[in-house]
């Protein structure tokens, strides 16, 4: 890249844009050429002497664009342009450089906010692992999880959640995709082949179980739940709910309708799986008792993340076993490895025995309620003719439906455009519908209304390709 000289008597607006401009101009001179890599945000920003949003801004600007691409935890490197129209042929990208401070920071294009985790605590807990406790790093991982966060968890969800469940019936694993993984093969044993899914519901559960090969049946979803009516009769089966906060419509089971779904379960010897994501971020009135602590018949298989409370890097799931398949898993359990790391399993059961994470959730819990109803605000000051919020009670993101001639996806990336996160919603229901997720978690408290009236203007000027 060539020295860049900016007129920094303008407006930090302006700045972005000659910032954007002078890049964009060395692309398509050939001054930069395919595959090279865009100075860090962070160093171009002291090098220029203008603030890191003002570089973020512009790189945005040319990724949206397409003159650059972005590489997760690598950078930022020029795309392969025939500024005559086309792509170039031929051109191979330059590889990423394996020199590790290349990977010191996360130059994600969305705008984050890194006090919603206390990184000072967790790095305090990491180094105990560490210095302390380093000889158990030398052997694997249990396949069913370190029996220290195991205990650290049965203690939370039973104080916090009303889930009862000794350690030794609680499975940790890498994500919903290896828990998911494991609580297949335990229904394959008992004979199940068929599960019932929310509609509308989350995706990625629908594709997991039908790639794990069983038959999906859709239960549709009103305000109060899934409806019990339709789930199937006199057959061995399982059903998936949300019943704390159903996604994405929001909705709450209440808790004559959970007894009416246990006793379902009983009577057609069938399973419950409830996944209680989100359920800790509630922001109004008393987070709502899990399902499983009212089961007497040992039907319910509660499933729980770390990834929202934490920081999605840290991919720890877990689920808690009725006892008949907690036994069905240790008699197999041996034959998987355990993928979720054994110090990051240390670290996260030393961060809740010293209530850095009941602590971190109470936090976050205030934070996220005040950029829920700043967002909200938002909206209803710069894009009320335009923009209709659908659940806003908990969680860490926002549906919203846009009324727009544009395709989500370019509501999505125009939103992206000044850092914010959106993403469709048919991307990860089996709905077919123009609403967008919002990730209003990430954004600063303080820069909210500011980017929300920035978006609104954005999303209201018209496409190219409308004028």
Known sequence: MKPI????????EFLYIQLYEAIKCDILSGAMTAGEKLPSLRSLSKELGISLTTTELAYNQLLVEGYVTSKPQSGYYVAAINPEGGSITGLKEKSAPANLDDYTFDETPYITDLSCFD????????????????????????????????????????????????????????????????LSRILRKMGINLVSLEAPGYLPVQSMFRDAGFSVSHIPVAHDGIDISKLPANISSAVYVSPSNQFPTGAVMPVGRRYQLLDWAAENNSIIIEDDYDSELRYFGKPVPAMQGL???????????????????????????????SEIFKGIKNQYTQTCSKSEQLTLALFMEDGYYVAGIKKLRSLYAQKLQAVIKGFDRYARSMVDPLDTQSGISLTVK??????????????????LQFVPLSEVTDQSTSALIFYYNQVPLERIDELIEKLANIWATPSDSLR
């Not at 499933?303 to 991919?315: D, E, H, I, N």
């Open 295 to 325: 089961d007497k018949h040992n039907r319910v298989v509660y499933l729980g993340s770390f990834s929202s409370t934490l920081f999605p890097a840290v991919k720890i799931s877990y689920m808690v076993l009725p006892e008949e398949m």
């Open 119 to 182: 990184f000072v605590k967790w790095k305090k807990c990491a180094a105990r692992v560490f210095n302390d406790y380093s000889g158990l790093l030398l052997f694997e991982s249990d396949p069913q999880g370190e029996p220290a966060l195991r205990y650290e968890i049965s203690k939370y969800i039973y104080r916090f959640r009303g889930v009862t469940a000794s350690p030794d019936r609680i499975v940790i694993g890498a994500g919903t995709q290896q828990i998911t993984g494991h």
């Open 5 to 12: 000289i900016l007129n920094q008597s303008e407006n930090s």
């Open 402 to 419: 846009v009324r727009s001639a544009k395709k989500a996806s370019q509501l999505c990336s125009e939103a992206k455009s000044i850092g």
